[in-house]
T-cell receptor, first 114, second 116 residues
Framework: AQSVAQPEDQVNVAEGNPLTVKCTYS??????LFWYVQYPNRGLQFLLK??????LVKGSYGFEAEFNKSQTSFHLKKPSALVSDSALYFC????????????FGKGTHLIIQP | GAVVSQHPSRVICKSGTSVKIECRSL??????MFWYRQFPKKSLMLMAT?????????EQGVEKDKFLINHASLTLSTLTVTSAHPEDSSFYIC????????????FGEGSRLTVL
């Protein structure tokens, strides 16, 4: 079985400050990890993914995430937050080479305050 | 590339009627599509996995007779909510993955269903 935990329902950050949205996972074998963003009444947009290779993954809109195998984490980060980054963020995992689809975390509301 | 289109984006219907939502992969062939339901401020709940040319695989607790899924071609899957009731009101999102890929999902824009 695979699972994802996003421990924070909401994260508040001042504009211009660095932001972190936390994600930990559980999966058998090698994990494929993803971050998606959802704006109100919209579908999910892909931000970035980790499949293999460099632990630091860079994605869309200046976001990046670091894969940490020992801590089974894949936290989303951005050096300087924008008000327009305010949205709902989902972390997702699947087992590499497995038959199951993506399992999503419950989501974290990111609120960037001007 | 990998664009998924979902239609309609919003639909309002009377209780007891049926509503069909379409999900199309515009620039790729999707052998597998996924239908999710999202409640307000909640995560995505996988309803079913739709496989082209075969029956959908429903998640536990999802009524297959109420939520009919058809995947008749490699670019189209439909979700029909039959005999809709107010408790079926929700945001429904479809997604698709590229065959043989890493499992990354491409999402439609979602459909807001309101049952009066």
């Amino acid at each position: 079985a695979q699972s994802v935990a996003q421990p924070e329902d909401q994260v508040n950050v001042a504009e211009g400050n660095p932001l972190t949205v936390k994600c930990t996972y559980s999966v058998s074998g090698n994990p494929y990890l993803f971050w998606y963003v959802q704006y109100p009444n919209r579908g999910l947009q892909f931000l970035l993914k980790y499949i293999t290779g460099d632990n630091l993954v860079k994605g869309s809109y200046g976001f990046e995430a670091e894969f940490n195998k020992s801590q089974t984490s894949f936290h989303l980060k951005k050096p300087s937050a924008l008000v327009s980054d305010s949205a709902l963020y989902f972390c997702a995992v699947r087992q590499g080479g497995g038959a199951d689809g993506l399992t999503f975390g419950k989501g974290t509301h990111l609120i960037i305050q001007p | 590339g990998a664009v998924v289109s979902q239609h309609p984006s919003r639909v309002i219907c009377k209780s007891g009627t049926s509503v069909k939502i379409e999900c199309r992969s515009l620039d790729f062939q999707a052998t597998t599509m996924f239908w999710y339901r999202q409640f307000p401020k909640k995560s995505l709940m996988l309803m079913a996995t739709s496989n082209e040319g075969s029956k959908a695989t429903y998640e536990q607790g999802v009524e297959k007779d109420k939520f009919l899924i058809n995947h008749a071609s490699l670019t189209l899957s439909t979700l029909t909510v039959t005999s809709a009731h107010p408790e079926d009101s929700s945001f429904y999102i479809c997604s698709a993955s590229l065959a043989g890929d890493t499992g990354e999902l491409f999402f439609g824009e979602g459909s807001r269903l309101t049952v009066l």
